[in-house]
């Protein structure tokens, strides 16, 4: 398997991978039946350590309320429903009817189908329609770069006192501090990062995890 991370070998991720939780049958028929359907595509669903990191985050956090902001394939949903406390409740938020149906189908294999509400909608949307007041415990950012900062000033107003938002891909390879590189998913990133950095409502900070990881709070 390529490395999870631009920043390690490898020969490192391996070792990462060996020292970490093992995918479950479950998880593990989700990463192959991911790798068949879309292809490379397959780069876009969260890797092994990240998904066990975001497990750890859960597990510690105990949300009653949480959101995912891109679904893909349901990998990180899975983990993330399956560490919630009784009673706790996954909102997922993606568009493709045709990539959730792998995740609907794994998460039934799961057995924690019942945990997730999936809305096939844009994310903005989504987010909008949810209760003005704080009661989003744990948010998961994974979905289209350009809309991160629309995603982030829906969600922090709902975000409970004492709860997370967790960002992906911010480092973007590394193309964030190349100045040379000025895509769209790029330039949105960078826009992020420092909105996020210079917003005093909330202490963040960003994470060599896969591709970077935000953990934000309130400040």
Known sequence: MASESFLISEELQRYLEAHAPLPDRVQRSLITTTGEAVGDLSMMQVGVTQGAFLEMLVALLAPRFAVEVGTFTGYSALGI??????????????????????????WEQAGIADRIELRLAPAVETLQSLPAEPHVDFAFIDA??????????????????????????????????????????????????????ADERTVSMILPV????????HA
């Open 81 to 106: 429903a399956r560490n919630l406390p009784e009673g706790g409740r996954l909102l997922c938020c993606d568009v493709s009817e045709e990539w959730t149906a792998i995740a609907r189908d794994h």
């Open 144 to 197: 289209h770069k350009p809309e991160y900062i629309e995603y982030y000033e829906e969600l922090l107003p709902r975000l409970t006192p004492g709860g997370l938002i967790t960002v992906d891909n911010v480092l973007w390879s590394g193309n964030v501090i190349d100045t040379e590189v000025r895509d769209e998913n790029t330039m949105a990133l960078r826009r992020f990062n420092d909105h996020v950095t």
């Open 210 to 217: 896969g591709d970077g990881v935000t953990l934000i709070r």
